[in-house]
């Protein structure tokens, strides 16, 4: 009852976003927004802190790498800019189950995914619910995930997709067969541990861990409890 009229309130909502969900594409030409410009900042110095390149022992030049819950995908340029570094040409595939999330300019989520998979090599976007996806995995990032219900229903989903240890679950299989890793953040030290306790259920085992602190005039207010988990 606690949580019933927002609930409703967001499957509503989120009904009427997938069926209206055309929006203007956005040229390649467009300059890509400077809060996002911020972002790839703050998102490179966590890759660097948690040390994500020493986790990992590719048998491939081209992982593939999926951004679970990608939002507009943003940090594609980021993620690929980490994995040159290395000589890795990375496979990126952006994932974000609310997509057609339409911004105050009238575009929407997928209209940047789109725009941001194009500013990369080898980049795609998907509008889909990340448990429908049957592609192996190198790397996964689920950053932030929604393991409470109160996060998730403000920022407007149902609770019908509130499904945690099903989205371990499901990446753990896809990450397994590549002997591959899972890059955790929580904003909080609560949501960290929730996130653990169902990542080593499953049978992830814990990797490198770093705390990343925003800055007085970071874009990304909330800390980031991060860690790599490996299959």
């Known amino acids: ?36 410009l911020a972002l790839h900042d703050e998102i490179s110095e966590f890759l660097i802190a948690i040390d994500l390149i020493s986790a990992v022992n590719f048998n491939t030049q081209s992982p593939l790498v999926a951004d679970i819950g990608a939002r507009n995908f943003g940090f594609a340029p980021a993620y690929e800019n980490y994995f040159n570094k290395y000589n890795l040409d990375p496979q990126l ?86 002997k591959g890793i899972l890059i955790l953040s929580n904003p909080s030290l609560e949501e960290f541990n929730i996130s653990l306790a169902y990542a080593t259920d499953i049978g992830f085992t814990r990797g490198n861990e770093t705390i990343w602190s925003p800055g007085l005039e970071s874009v990304q207010k909330k800390s980031r409890y991060g860690i790599i988990l490996h299959t």
């Open 93 to 178: 595939f952006g994932i974000e189950i609310d997509a057609h999330r339409r911004l105050q300019n009238g575009r929407t989520r997928a209209a940047y995914g789109k725009y941001f998979a194009q500013r990369v090599k080898n980049g795609s976007y998907h509008a889909m619910d990340f448990l429908n996806w049957k592609q192996p995995l190198h790397v996964a990032f689920l950053l932030h995930p929604f393991v409470t219900v109160e996060p998730l229903l403000s920022w407007g989903l149902p609770i019908q997709h509130l499904n945690p240890y099903k989205i371990f679950e499901h990446a753990y299989q896809l990450l397994k067969s590549q």
């Open 1 to 36: 009852m606690k949580y019933s009229i927002l609930n409703i309130k967001n499957k509503i909502e989120f009904f009427v976003r997938n069926r209206l969900s055309w929006a203007p594409s956005i040229p390649h030409s467009h300059p890509i927004p400077t809060s996002d």
